[in-house]
């Protein structure tokens, strides 16, 4: 089970931090990945990073601005978010793929957390 948190309403410019907090082994030797969706549109992958930390991917939009991290002892995955844009505003969910491909793919993704809303303002 996936439990995101840390949305919020923060400023053009501004930084909000994401966590992801799972129940269960797996998730350890698990990729996560952080996926958005905007009013009206379709959800889209924002970043993923495979299950020991040592490779990550994101899409264009956020690259320089966005970074994911985990700390598996904890069973939590991050996404720093820095320099936001009123683009940026969705919800965000995170979700695990037990067999760690790295994917951007949502289809391949086996558990969902419940989603965070982030709102930027202009």
């Known amino acids: 089970q996936l439990q995101a948190s840390g949305g919020g309403l923060v400023q053009a410019g501004g930084s909000l931090r994401l966590s992801c907090a799972a129940s269960?082994?797996?998730?350890?030797?698990?990729?996560v990945g952080w996926f958005r969706q905007a009013p009206g549109k379709e959800r889209e992958f924002v970043a993923a990073i495979n299950w020991t930390g040592s490779k990550s991917y994101y899409t264009d939009s956020v690259k320089g601005r966005f970074t994911i991290s985990r700390a598996n002892a904890k069973n939590t995955v991050y996404l720093q978010m820095n320099n936001l844009k009123p683009e940026d505003t969705a919800v965000y969910y995170c979700a695990a793929d037990v067999d760690s491909r790295l994917s951007t793919e949502d289809s391949e993704y086996d558990y969902w957390g419940q989603g965070t809303l982030v709102t930027v303002s202009s």
């Open positions: 269960g082994r797996t998730f350890r030797t698990s990729a």
